[in-house]
């Protein structure tokens, strides 16, 4: 018996932020953007809109189209880094907007590995006898970003994508192996400072700007290479397939020269490692499910085809999963 997705759903803010636009904001140049990152632009909520809502609009499409009733959902795991708030957890709200049961609802906070932390958690409650579980990954970053700040403001953007795991007696198809790790140790190069028990809101840390990502991007980079590549292979080696079985890789989008320098390493061409962070940049937690729901919408995965998605995110967390389409 296997874990399986049965459905995928995902939206995206309609308002878009181009890196020209982001010249007008701070001292930066959609050529720099462009080379650094790959990102041309990002989709932006307006101010009355927070993570729910986006998560909201993307779990039903994706109970939709797995052909379920959202009182058939058993439980609801949400990844997000940006939560409507520090409690209640977004996913118990989604819980409430989607009509579905009063059944287990949580957040997990695993920065841009949110949403495979989320299949994970999926693929073992499934081995224990749950069914249809609504797994989302949703973030509205923009709301964190410091306009001030041209080394973080230009990477990430907002959106959400949610799927429905279910149980699979009948084929082949289904997540196979996964792999998931974090480190703690370097958690400083990637947080948000303030607003939680440690630094709580103050007229301080409003002045000090606490409430924004603080990245040291450089050192960033590079844990994030070694992170997926480990993730890649770990997960590989606990399905006995190697890279080249890889019908299409699908990276946290995070950063073209991250993919770039994992694909690299796997030996894995970039033909099949799909990539949309020039549309989307990073949706932290979203941008697996996006790219999985563009992916598929595109033609690029077929049946029987394996599938291997990596991720990397503050914590540090990172994990890999595969699945047979
Ligand atoms: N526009 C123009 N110049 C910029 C800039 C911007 N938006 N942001 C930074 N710079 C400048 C820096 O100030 C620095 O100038 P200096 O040399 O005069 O000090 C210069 O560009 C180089 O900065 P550096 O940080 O070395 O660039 P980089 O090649 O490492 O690229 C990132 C910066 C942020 C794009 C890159 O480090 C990165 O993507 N890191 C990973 C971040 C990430 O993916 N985080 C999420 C993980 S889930």
Redesign the pocket.
Known sequence: MKAYIAGIGIYVPEKVLTNFD?EKI????DE??RT??GIRERRIVDENTATSDLAVIAAKRAIEDAGVKPGAIDAIILGTATPDMLFPSTACIVQSKIGARKVMAFDISA??SGFLYGLGIADAMIKNGYDNILVIGAEALSKVMDFTD??????FGDGAGAAVVKKNNDDESGIISSYFASDGSDWKL?HQPAGGSRIPASEESVKKRLHYIK?E??E??KL?VRAMIESAIETLKKANLSPKDIALLIP?Q??I??IEATAKRLDIPMEKVYVNLDRYG?T?AASIPIALAEARAEGRIKKGDYVLMVA???GFTWGGLLMRM
């Not at 041209?150 to 990477?155: D, E, F, H, K």
């Open positions: 982001l701070v001292e930066t140049s720099w953007i650094r990152t920065g841009c041209r080394a973080t403001c230009v990477l990637l990245m991007g450089n960033v980079f994030a946290h995070a950063n020269r991250i990073n932290s990397f995110g503050a």
